[in-house]
């Protein structure tokens, strides 16, 4: 086993307070045939220091200087250096518990599945127990939105996700979108009950963000879906139930967002109601969202100006 190269991909961007935890994390690990591909995303403040201060001290460890790009940009960048034999990501404000890759790889090597995914213990809900399931069941999970979408959470097969890259116009639920693509190249996946990832919010970090053309872009998401969809072979039917079951999802995400914002430029507010009055057919058949919310999202398309006045002071 300890022939199986890892590569841990790790954007960073202005994390000086959390990436020693981070890489500390990362150094500590009971599996040593590792490298770290610390990717500087633009930092302006004492971030790229301490990535190079880590690899002058590590030799497993890279560091990669690029301009500003987004999230998406900076795992692309690591993608395309990474040398293992498998890949996994971490958040440079998140840190893994120390036989995190071990056990993960172990998984997989004993089972012979392209990926293991575990729990976080905060975000997606453990399995049961341990459990093995094809691409079909994987496919069918993420489509109804039961399956685990953050890439920090899987310890990929080279060979599924090699080839592929994070779509860098999507900002919001971009993870999700990835995910999709790479189950779709999977034979096998391992679900785990172990809680191997530990995450950490902040008031900066990207899953705190106001309305803005990065939110807006997870509309794009169900088309893409589509395409994913049809290359499956899918009947039309079943093809036209998810994608108009994740159109409505992604709907209700953005105006959740947008009722959350202090401010909202006026082009926003246009978008969103014109899509809650195309989809609210979809939202409200849809088994992902509250009836308390598909209400909420029926008044926003008609006057999506007044319901945000009247809710805004309810998500300050």
């Not at 705190?208 to 997870?218: F, L």
Request: aromatic letters at 12%.
């Amino acid at each position: 086993m300890t022939s199986n190269k890892i590569s841990i991909i790790v954007p960073v961007y202005n994390v000086e307070d959390f990436l020693p935890r981070c890489i500390d994390s990362i150094l500590n690990q009971t599996y040593s045939n590792f490298e770290l591909i610390l990717i500087n995303d633009g930092s302006t403040d004492k971030s790229g220091e301490m990535c190079d201060f880590y690899a002058s001290k590590d030799n497993r460890i890279k560091v990669i200087h690029k301009i500003n790009g987004g999230v998406s940009s900076a795992r692309n960048r690591g993608l395309d250096n990474s040398t293992g034999d498998w890949i996994t990501f971490v958040d440079a404000d998140d840190y893994i518990v120390e036989n995190s890759l071990e056990y993960a790889l172990e998984q997989n090597i004993k089972y012979e599945t392209d990926i293991c995914i575990s729990w976080d213990g905060i975000t997606s809900k453990p399995a049961k127990s341990l459990s093995i399931v094809s691409k079909e069941e994987a496919l069918k999970s993420i489509f109804s939105l039961k399956f685990p979408t953050s890439l920090c959470l899987g310890l990929y097969n080279k060979k599924v996700i090699e080839n592929e890259r994070l779509d860098e116009g999507i900002h919001h639920w971009e993870d999700y979108e990835f995910q999709t693509r790479v189950l779709f190249n999977a034979d096998s996946i391992c679900l785990s009950d172990k809680h191997l990832y530990n995450y950490m919010y902040r008031d900066g970090s990207a899953n705190n963000r106001d309305i803005n053309e990065k939110v807006i872009s997870c509309l794009l998401i169900p088309g893409k879906n589509k395409n994913i969809l049809r290359s499956y072979k899918y009947n039309n039917k079943t093809i036209n139930n998810i994608y108009n079951d994740s159109t409505a999802f992604f709907t209700s995400q953005v105006v959740f967002y947008l009722l959350k914002s202090k401010k909202v430029e006026t082009e926003y507010f246009n978008l969103i109601q014109k899509h809650c009055r195309i989809n609210l057919p979809f939202i409200l058949k849809s088994r992902n969202i509250s009836n308390k919310y598909k209400a909420v999202i029926m008044a926003s398309s008609f006057n999506i100006r007044l319901v945000y006045r009247i809710l805004k002071n309810k998500y300050k």
